[in-house]
T-cell receptor
Framework: EPEVTQTPSHQVTQMGQEVILRCVPI?????FYWYRQILGQKVEFLVS????????KSEIFDDQFSVERPDGSNFTLKIRSTKLEDSAMYFC?????????FGQGTRLTVV | QKEVEQDPGPLSVPEGAIVSLNCTYS??????FMWYRQYSRKGPELLMY????GNKEDGRFTAQVDKSSKYISLFIRDSQPSDSATYLC????????????FGGGTRLMVKP
């Protein structure tokens, strides 16, 4: 069964460092997303991407964040200068026109 | 008022019980309603989705949507210990590719 894959599964970084989280969406999907979940809290939308551009973003997705689809398969989230409060699970998702499927997540720990 | 509300639980039931999980929402533009299951520190796994009002059944799972009350439910029949997880409701508008808005999740524990 097709699935969304994310790497790494766990990333520890120092405050102020840049991190890149990587995702391989399901191959025939057209819509791609990043969500995050701070421990014990709701899954929160960050950004959606369609047709090689951002289609929607939340207030969380400020100038520190960027997304890219550098080739036909990968989808990345970059955090330019990490803060302690960026520590969370980051989930990539992809969607056909109806339902979104999520990856297993990257646990980001900022120290 | 939060956009999507869900009782956090935990909800503890004996094996074999019928479980009812619920969400309320405020945005009348929501048209697609999903239920995801999430194990600890894992990604949400799609269980079912429903479009607009009505019922949908898949094995032991039944999803109901009542748009007039802005209330959705997931019923699990003959619950198993392996059903122990956090159940997330999520919903979106009719625009393809639109973001999902999640409830906070209900933690379910099914005791053998």
């Amino acid at each position: 069964e097709p699935e969304v894959t994310q790497t790494p599964s766990h990333q520890v970084t120092q405050m102020g460092q840049e991190v890149i989280l990587r995702c391989v969406p399901i191959s025939n999907h057209l819509y791609f997303y990043w969500y995050r979940q701070i421990l014990g809290q709701k899954v929160e939308f960050l950004v959606s991407f369609y047709n090689n551009e951002i289609s929607e973003k939340s207030e969380i997705f400020d100038d520190q964040f960027s997304v890219e689809r550098p080739d036909g398969s990968n989808f990345t989230l970059k955090i330019r200068s990490t803060k302690l409060e960026d520590s969370a699970m980051y989930f990539c998702a992809s969607s056909d026109r109806v339902t979104a499927f999520f990856g297993q997540g990257t646990r980001l720990t900022v120290v | 008022q939060k956009e999507v509300e869900q009782d956090p639980g935990p909800l503890s039931v004996p094996e074999g019980a019928i479980v009812s999980l619920n969400c309320t929402y405020s945005n009348s533009a929501f048209q697609y309603f999903m239920w995801y299951r999430q194990y600890s520190r894992k990604g949400p796994e799609l269980l079912m989705y429903t479009y607009s009002s009505g019922n949908k059944e898949d094995g032991r799972f039944t999803a109901q949507v009542d748009k007039s009350s802005k209330y959705i439910s997931l019923f699990i029949r003959d619950s198993q210990p392996s059903d122990s997880a956090t159940y997330l409701c999520a919903m979106r508008t009719n625009n393809a590719g639109n973001m999902l808005t999640f409830g906070g999740g209900t933690r379910l524990m099914v005791k053998p």
